[in-house]
Nanobody, 115 residues
C-alpha cells in the first residue's frame, strides 16, 4: 500500500508565495516513476500543474510556467512545489500524485489566493 501525504498550502495574497510538499510512503513507493501535482479550481476540471520523472524530466502546465518550480528529493520520495507570483486564479485544491505501476493520489490541500 502506498500513502501520499501533502502539506503546505493555505491562504496567500496575490503576488505572494507558498510552498507545497508531498511525501510518498509504503513499500511500493520505493523509486516511483513520476511525482507531481494536479489542481482542481472551483467548478473546473482537474488540470496538470507540474510533474517530475525519476530521471529528472519536468513538465509544467502552461498557466504556471515561469512562476512555479517543482523539485524532488528522490531518496526520500518527496516532491516540492514552490509557487511564486501567485494569482487569484491559482486558487484550487492541489493534489499530489505518485506513479509506480499505479497512480496514487493524496487527499488534496487547499490553496486560496486573495486579490
Amino acid at each position: 500500500q502506498v500513502q501520499v501525504e501533502e502539506s503546505g498550502g493555505g491562504l496567500a495574497q496575490a503576488g505572494g508565495s507558498l510552498r507545497l510538499s508531498c511525501a510518498g510512503s509504503g513499500r511500493s513507493a520505493v523509486l516511483p516513476k513520476d511525482m507531481g501535482w494536479y489542481r482542481q479550481p472551483p467548478g473546473n476540471q482537474r488540470e496538470l500543474v507540474a510533474f517530475i520523472s525519476s530521471d529528472g524530466i519536468i513538465k509544467y502546465g502552461d498557466s504556471v510556467k515561469g512562476r512555479f518550480t517543482i523539485s524532488r528529493d528522490g531518496g526520500k520520495n518527496v516532491v516540492y512545489l514552490q509557487m511564486n507570483s501567485l494569482k487569484p486564479e491559482d486558487t484550487a485544491v492541489y493534489y499530489c500524485f505518485l506513479t509506480t505501476s499505479t497512480t496514487y493520489w493524496g487527499q488534496g490541500t487547499q490553496v486560496t489566493v486573495s486579490s
